[in-house]
């Protein structure tokens, strides 16, 4: 095995369950999309668990990681209600903040750690 191969084998082993929460009672459909995801927004829908609570997770190693969510069709610079990593017997919520985009909105990032 080299270094390259070990390096993933390493990092997947790392990766780590985040959860993306968002209120919107009134939405008819959620996506959500990042630099996890290569910012393909109809990949990765979110699923309503209770009435106006859209939830997605997706497993990420460390890093930072940019992101957005797709209301109705319609980019969202609302924030998200938390963004949580889960554990055996806890949550705990991620560090981030938003950072400007190229097309003068914004994004919101995320650390995993």
């Given amino acids: 095995m080299d270094d390259q191969q070990k390096r993933r084998k390493f990092l997947a082993t790392r990766e780590k369950n985040v959860e993306f929460i968002l ?22 829908p979110m699923e309503t668990k209770q009435e106006g609570i859209w939830e997605a997770a997706v497993k990420l190693p460390p890093g930072r990681y940019e992101y957005k969510m797709l209301v109705d069709d319609a980019w969202t610079e609302e924030p998200p209600c938390t963004v949580m990593m889960g554990g055996s017997c806890f949550k705990l919520i991620l560090e981030g903040g938003q950072t400007p985009n190229p097309f003068g909105t914004l994004n919101y990032f995320v650390w995993v750690k």
Avoid at 23 to 44: C, D, I
């Fill in 23 to 44: 209120r919107k009672p009134n939405a008819m459909k959620v996506h959500l999309a990042g630099e996890f995801n290569y910012w393909e927004v109809e990949s990765l």
